[in-house]
């Protein structure tokens, strides 16, 4: 008897490393058309795109760019920039130390979307694109040829798997799609940027400030859309245009000089920060910066626990109200069943030592759990702590939280005389009151952050770090697993209290219904838990980062109504999909996503 074998077939694709486009197109004709493209993006940002001043932003001018125009104008300079990088034009090759190509796709995509998404609100809103005016009808042609330029731009493509002849259909059509997506993978990817040459200290100091002047303008004008199709245009631009700017390689040249003044970097973070309210006009947008901070300042003190220790609490919230409602028990507040009123430094030791002694008494019984069981404890106590200052009113239970309606009329703060629920002129500029407290959380958010640092570079941090990558390992080479866990656990329940004392101020009464476990409405366990995951586990920009981007987004798209947990969720779950360990992750972890990428040894600096 005689066995006939048959050879695999591999899938009818060009040989293996070719180098082509997306799109059958000669390369040079589609670079030309991406950057005359981009060029032609420009200039329509100068022409009308409607006859009415009806659609928000008033796109009606000649010569002077409005609203979504000014962000297509980016997009279009963005991809004018890098298209006449990839030509070698002499002076711009620092833009593109990971090579051009990926980052002229990027940008050209986020304008084409930005461009495209504004003409189909245009057309919804006005009724019809018999609305537009030539300037529109451009604008779409110039950015769908810049787009179709850009993938034409050639690229290695992978080799595609042999899959077995006898496969069914469907095992044939899930190999196919495969290889599809690890195509369109490689269209986008770049290659390693070469490393940045060593500039003079004070050059590199410059670039530095830079950078932040480039973030704090990109924040102040996200936290200023006066309107939602302008601020989901920005979200577009603000997104595609990051990912350019990655991909062309200046992240991790920023990233490498950052690194190199560390110190400066920090300290000129909170500086940039400390101008926001000096950016303002008035209050409006100084509330949400304050609210962000706390959101922040508390996801950072999570970050100990979750991103250090490796410990999944689900019921964090629970200690923000802690050390909110114990600061207002004893500040002054007519709801409160204490006749007393302590100074700030006072009651913020009285928050703050509120939540270590309840993260102490919650911890020492529940940490010898692990994984599920001690996510569950958690749970439970944070519901325990939101049920209990429900029924501590005086008739279910003793008369201390005001039950439902919580404790009220809470005073301002008065620090050495300043009284920070007023006005103050400092330098010709108004400070209003929400500024003013903004200085103040940005103070409590630079200490939390110097903790951060300093626990998570010193002996009980690497201990911390132990027991997150393994316990049993950990706990074999001599470290005391219950004491270092208590220990994490204790110090971000004390920092969360920390920011507790300036919420309950801030919002004048602190309820039981606003520490929740899940909510539409930050700061909640959920919210905070994603703001570290979302950020970057173990890391300080991530989840401040992170927090800000959980606390403004939903803020700004209450025009979703019942749908903002959907849109929540659905970019949850891409982002864990498609970049698991955070937005800025932890080298290590990161490298424990990406194992291909990971160096022949992991120097001090990597891990």
Not at 568 to 581: D, I, K, N, Q
Request: hydrophobic residues 50%; negative net charge.
């Amino acid at each position: 008897m005689t066995t006939q074998t048959t050879a695999s077939t591999t899938a009818a694709t060009p040989t293996a490393n070719a180098s082509t486009g997306l799109i059958g197109m000669p390369p040079h004709i589609g670079r030309a058309l991406a950057t005359g493209g981009s060029v032609l993006t420009v200039v329509s940002t100068f022409l009308a795109w409607t006859w009415t001043a009806e659609f928000p932003g008033d796109l009606t001018f000649y010569g002077y760019p409005g609203g979504l125009q000014v962000l297509v104008l980016i997009g279009g300079a963005l991809t004018t920039l890098f298209g006449l990088a990839s030509y070698g034009v002499k002076g711009l090759g620092w833009l593109t130390p990971a090579g051009a190509d990926a980052a002229v796709k990027y940008a050209a995509l986020g304008t084409f979307v930005t461009a495209w998404y504004t003409i189909l609100a245009i057309s919804f809103q006005l009724g019809g694109l018999v609305n537009l005016e030539p300037g529109g009808y451009v604008v779409a042609v110039a950015t769908l040829t810049a787009l179709l330029g850009a993938l034409a731009l050639p690229f290695e493509r992978p080799e595609p798997d042999p899959f077995d002849p006898d496969d069914t259909g469907w095992e044939q059509f899930k190999h196919r799609t495969g290889h599809n997506m690890a195509v369109l993978r490689a269209a986008f990817a770049s290659g390693s940027p070469r490393p940045v040459r060593t500039l003079p200290s004070y050059a590199e100091i410059l670039i530095i400030v830079a950078v932040l002047a480039l973030a704090l303008v990109v924040f102040t004008y996200g936290i200023g859309t006066e309107y939602d199709e302008l601020f989901v245009g920005f979200l577009i631009t603000a997104g595609f245009g990051f990912a350019a700017l990655n991909r062309a390689g200046l992240i991790a040249h920023a990233s490498q000089i950052t690194a190199r003044h560390t110190n400066i970097t920090v300290c000129g973070a909170f500086i940039a920060a400390a101008c926001f309210p000096f950016t303002q006009t008035d209050d409006q947008y100084a509330t949400l910066g304050v609210y962000i901070l706390i959101f922040a300042t508390v996801a950072l003190g999570l970050n100990i626990v979750v991103g250090l220790a490796g410990l999944l609490d689900l019921g964090y919230v629970a200690f923000l109200g802690v050390g909110a409602y114990a600061a207002a028990l004893v500040s002054g507040s007519p709801s409160s069943p204490f006749d007393v009123h302590f100074p700030f430094w006072a009651a913020v030791l009285v928050g703050a030592v509120a939540s270590l002694v309840f993260g102490v008494l919650i911890g020492a019984p529940t940490l010898r759990l692990r994984g599920d069981y001690l996510a569950i404890v958690t749970l439970g106590f944070g519901e325990i702590f939101r049920i209990a200052a429900n029924n501590t009113d005086g008739t279910s239970g003793p008369d201390l939280t005001n039950g439902s309606n919580g404790i009220a009329s809470i005073p301002d703060l008065k620090i050495l005389g300043f009284d920070l629920g007023v006005q103050h002129d400092i330098a010709g500029f108004t400070i209003g009151r929400f500024a003013n407290y903004f200085f103040l959380m940005l103070l409590i958010t630079a200490v939390v952050v110097l903790v951060f640092r300093r626990s998570g570079d010193s002996r009980i941090g690497r201990a911390w770090v132990a027991i997150r990558e393994d316990e049993t390992a950990a706990l074999a080479m001599g470290i005391n697993g219950f004491r270092v866990k208590l220990i994490a656990f204790a110090v971000g329940a004390t920092l969360a209290g920390l920011a507790g004392t300036v919420q309950a101020h801030v919002t004048y009464t602190v309820t039981p219904e606003q520490y929740l476990f899940a909510g539409t409405t930050p700061p909640n366990s959920a919210f905070l838990l994603a703001a570290v995951v979302l950020g970057g586990m173990g890391t300080i920009a991530g989840p401040l980062i992170g927090a800000a981007l959980l606390f403004l987004i939903p803020n700004k798209l209450q025009f979703l109504g019942d749908y903002q947990l959907l849109a929540f969720g659905l970019a949850l779950v891409l982002l864990m999909r498609f970049r698991p360990e955070g937005l800025i992750p932890n080298r290590r972890r990161q490298l424990e996503f990406h194992e291909d990428d990971a160096p022949a040894v992991l120097s001090k600096t990597g891990a």
